[in-house]
């Protein structure tokens, strides 16, 4: 159990596109999903917490009307990238917390955004 | 803002061998959590580590959590080809927030 998918795993678009990344969770619901950004040889940073029918909270430095965060759902979080440039090019990681211990945050397998 | 500082960057041993990583923060965390990360993917969780002073296994691995909350070292014993990949460390802080270290890559000679 404790599934989470991306969708899609890897995208390319053109300078100036916007792009959607999709997270769900499988078997379980997801009050908070987060967001991270990894670029290559890199930890994970956090970017985004998303909670399912309220606003996102969004780090320090992260721009929030470039990263749109969507969390329509129990088991749906939703990240757009808008007006993609190359430095936004990265492997975008979410994870979905289903409640039932603080520290169990279940990863999803990465989307790898490449911006032409 | 909080920091985890991980070292070894990176780590080439044999197969076989005993591998220990570590990692230190100038914060003080509720939570430690190992991970590992396969290319391409997201982080699967090894240990979590909830009380200061604790030690917890998982099979070859072994983990504790150093008593004043800001340090946690990783042992994996006797190294397989699988075990490849990079290791994180993570403390959870406030809001259910995790901070990740820098990463440990490993590498494994047959």
């Known amino acids: 159990g404790a599934v989470v998918s991306q969708h899609p795993s890897w995208v390319i678009c053109k300078s100036g596109t916007s792009v959607k990344i999709e997270c769900r969770s499988l078997?379980?619901?997801?009050?908070?999903m987060f967001w991270y950004r990894q670029f290559p040889k890199q930890s994970l940073m956090l970017m985004a917490t998303?909670?399912?029918?309220?606003?996102?909270?969004?780090e320090q430095g992260v721009e929030k009307d470039k990263f749109l965060i969507n969390h329509a759902s129990l088991t749906l979080s939703t990240l757009t990238v808008t007006s993609a440039h190359p430095e936004d090019s990265s492997f975008y990681i979410c994870?979905?917390?289903?409640?039932?211990?603080?520290?169990?945050?279940?990863f999803g397998p990465g989307t790898r955004l490449t911006v032409t | 803002g909080q920091q985890l500082n991980q070292s070894p960057q990176s780590m080439f041993i044999q197969e076989g061998e005993d591998v220990s990583m570590n990692c230190t923060s100038s914060s003080i965390f509720n939570t430690w959590l190992w991970y590992k990360q396969d290319p391409g993917e997201g982080p699967v969780l090894l240990i979590a580590l909830y009380k200061a002073g604790e030690l917890t296994s998982n099979g070859r691995l072994t983990a504790q959590f150093g008593i004043t909350r800001k340090d946690s070292f990783l042992n994996i014993s006797a190294s397989i080809p699988s075990d490849v990949g990079i290791y994180f460390c993570?403390?959870?802080?406030?809001?259910?927030?995790?901070?990740f270290g820098q990463g440990t890559r490993l590498t494994i000679n047959p």
């Open positions: 993570a403390g959870q802080g406030g809001a259910q927030k995790l901070v």
């Open positions: 078997d379980f619901q997801a009050t908070t």
């Open positions: 994870s979905a917390l289903p409640g039932q211990a603080d520290y169990e945050q279940y």
């Open positions: 998303s909670n399912e029918g309220s606003k996102a909270t969004y």
